[in-house]
């Protein structure tokens, strides 16, 4: 199976006044944008939100459950709020569209956030929740979300020696339904073969 491919989707917040912050679309397959995001929690609620998180992480260790639990309806509204202040407007059109692209060529569309605000880059922007689909957008094969930080000197090329060898762990929670090792192992070594064929 060939690696899945990506179109890329720039998304960057500056810093701001109050709890409005600047937002653009630096690229993406439906172009450039500008925006403001309304942040959608005063300090309090953001405290409050934030400990409900923390709750929800210590508590997601059980059982799945067709309901959702309080906690993990708590992880869905934070999400939620999230996203529908990050992408409105205009930022939200380029992204549709540029989702639309993507599933026509066959692709994901991949997140990369620029956050220049300090407080805003602490958050777990991680929880963005697309109550259309219903689904965490990072959960997603479609459309991962990464952190892309700037670097004001390009990273050193990584030395390695050959062969590099690697150790694969895969989860297997006895309480949950069972996973296919055996062809997951079988993906691992179809997506090293290219590395394998040029020796390294």
């Known amino acids: 199976m060939p690696p899945f491919q990506y179109l890329d989707f720039d998304l960057e917040i500056g810093p701001g006044q109050g709890r409005d912050y600047p ?20 300090e309090l609620t953001l405290e409050n939100q934030l400990l409900k998180l923390q709750m929800a992480l210590l508590r997601s260790g059980g059982r799945r459950r067709q309901a959702l639990s309080p906690e993990q309806q708590a992880v869905q509204e934070f999400g939620q709020a999230l996203f529908e202040a990050l992408f409105s407007g205009e930022i939200r059109s380029r992204f549709d569209v540029s989702q639309e692209r993507a599933t026509r060529s066959e692709r994901g569309l ?12 602490a958050l777990p922007w991680e929880y963005l929740f697309d109550a259309r ?9 479609q459309t991962p979300v990464l ?5 004001t000197q390009p990273a050193p090329p990584l030395r390695v020696q050959r062969p590099l060898r690697i150790l694969g762990v895969i989860a297997d929670p006895s309480d949950l339904p069972r996973l296919n090792v055996d062809q997951e192992k079988e993906r691992v070594a179809q997506s090293l073969v290219p590395l394998q064929a040029h020796g390294d």
């Open 133 to 141: 689909p219903r689904e965490f957008l990072c959960l997603s094969r």
């Open 23 to 42: 937002v653009a679309v630096l690229s993406s397959p439906a172009g450039e944008a500008r925006g403001t995001m309304h942040f959608p929690f005063d």
């Open 110 to 121: 991949r997140l990369r956030l620029r956050i220049h605000s300090p407080e805003l880059a």
């Open 147 to 151: 952190r892309y930080p700037e670097l």
